[in-house]
């Protein structure tokens, strides 16, 4: 009887920590300031829900790192969930991952890198749709061929967003003027409610930091994965920290707080005050590798969800095929893709991510909570990483967590409902396949 393929453990430490970083830094750190400044009128404030944003990526890192290290498998995130709570939770993840999350998050940064592509090379509203499905057809091919060329892709295309990032950060470091009195005033006199414009800026801070949980996916193709799934977590996400506290000292230095409120391009706007025209063409070129070398790898590594649920036997029975000489769930991987551009044609994905993504932080604070029931459970002292801090470090990510999710449904009731509703669809659909496996209809071999 001939061997089954499998997946192989190519993936290195570095390949893994470079996912962490590569899967976190997109076109957020780029565009979200802004944003942030409009609503918080403060530097130090500023700076302050930036490194409490980090503080509790840092916080989820840790903890997903135990959990990793606890269940190296493809899938990730899916497989707490579905060993903690039940198969239900977990499929409900996946579910709304593939519909919407990863598909439209990977529809939206392949609209995203053919617009900064648009900046050189002119394009019509068809031809970015165009470039759009092109560069993720060739994201796809990419990662067909084997997980270490997607590792590969990912290890040059981060570097190169980090040589990006790092030239901001030199410009406003060495071209830039300090003003360190405007980080004296934590909340100057204005009449704006603290706790509201807090929560309104998080809203852009947590969708910066979003991502690092990404190398969770590909646990089942890394080596040594018991102790480079956590260190990758770990100091993926703190290099993260570090760079987007760098790069908004360096937009301070470069522009005012009211300059850097007003910009809808605030990266560009400030490398500009130093380099002229030629910073907003480098500014476009630095966010288009930046966004480009995310969605290579969101299409490397969530069509694990999807190949971990097949195998489950509560998805499509041919997304658990491994190819013979690859060794990937290459129908996951496209069947991902042919979603994705479905989507993209449709230009509907932006209102469904707005519905769904609060979401994700349901199924991030249930993951987190998942320690508690994983250590309950475990009756000797086993072997691998703990959470430093424990229990603190995961009940602080679950507490935030909670707390985003709760104010995202009273400051966006109807979206909000709009994404449970979508979730809630979720459930006869996985009572249909649970049916079909206990017929015999969904069961891999």
């Known amino acids: 009887m001939s061997q089954q393929p499998a997946l192989v453990r190519k993936l290195s430490r570095f390949d893994l920590t470079i996912i962490v970083i590569g899967s976190v830094i997109g076109s957020g750190i780029f565009l979200t300031p802004s944003g942030i400044a409009r609503q918080l009128p403060s530097p130090l404030l500023i700076l302050m829900v930036w490194v409490l944003g980090g503080l509790l990526a840092l916080s989820g890192a840790l903890t997903f790192a135990e959990l990793g290290a606890r269940m190296p498998h493809a899938g990730g995130v899916y497989v707490f969930l579905t060993r903690a709570y039940g198969g239900l939770a977990g499929f409900l993840y996946g579910w709304a991952y593939f519909l919407v999350v990863n598909t439209g998050g990977l529809a939206a940064l392949s609209i995203a890198f053919a617009t900064y592509l648009g900046f050189f090379v002119p394009l019509s509203p068809l031809g970015i749709k165009l470039v759009a499905i092109g560069g993720l057809i060739l994201l796809t091919a990419i990662n067909y061929v084997g997980v270490k060329s997607g590792g590969i892709f990912a290890d040059v295309f981060t570097l190169l967003k980090l040589i990006g990032i790092f030239g901001v950060i030199l410009v406003g470091f060495v071209g830039g003027q300090a003003n360190w009195d405007a980080f004296t005033t934590l909340w100057p006199e204005k ?26 996916y590909v646990a089942g193709e890394t080596r040594n994965e018991r102790q480079n799934l956590p260190f990758a977590l770990v100091t993926g996400t703190f290099i993260v920290v570090l760079v987007y506290v760098c790069t908004n000292l360096a937009y301070f230095f470069l522009l005012p707080l009211e300059a850097i409120a007003a910009s809808e391009r605030v990266a560009a706007d400030a490398v500009a005050t130093i380099l002229g025209p030629l910073g907003g063409q480098l500014i476009a070129v630095a966010i288009f590798i930046s966004v480009f070398g995310t969605a290579g790898i969101y299409t490397m590594t969530a069509p694990r969800i999807y190949y971990a649920m097949a195998r489950d036997g509560v998805f499509f029975p041919k997304l658990a095929e491994i190819h013979p000489r690859f060794h990937v769930p290459t129908y996951a991987i496209l069947f991902q893709t042919v979603w994705a551009i479905f989507l993209i044609l449709s230009g509907t994905f932006y209102q469904l991510i ?43 990510f679950v507490i935030v967590s909670t707390w985003f999710v709760l104010n995202t449904l009273v400051s966006s ?33």
Not at 417 to 444: C, S
């Open 191 to 216: 009449e704006v409610p603290l706790g509201h414009a807090l929560a309104l800026a998080m809203v852009g801070v947590l969708w910066s930091y979003g991502g690092w949980q990404h190398a969770t």
């Open 413 to 445: 009731p109807m979206q909000s409902l709009a994404g449970l509703g979508f979730l809630a669809l979720g459930i006869p659909v996985y009572v249909y396949w649970k049916r079909r496996l206990k017929t015999g209809g969904g069961r891999n071999p």
């Open 354 to 396: 707005t519905y769904v993504a609060f979401t994700d932080w349901i199924f991030f604070a249930l993951a987190g909570a998942s320690v508690f029931i994983f250590r309950r459970r475990s009756h000797s002292q086993a072997e691998g990483f703990k959470t430093p801090g424990y229990p603190f470090t995961p009940l602080f």
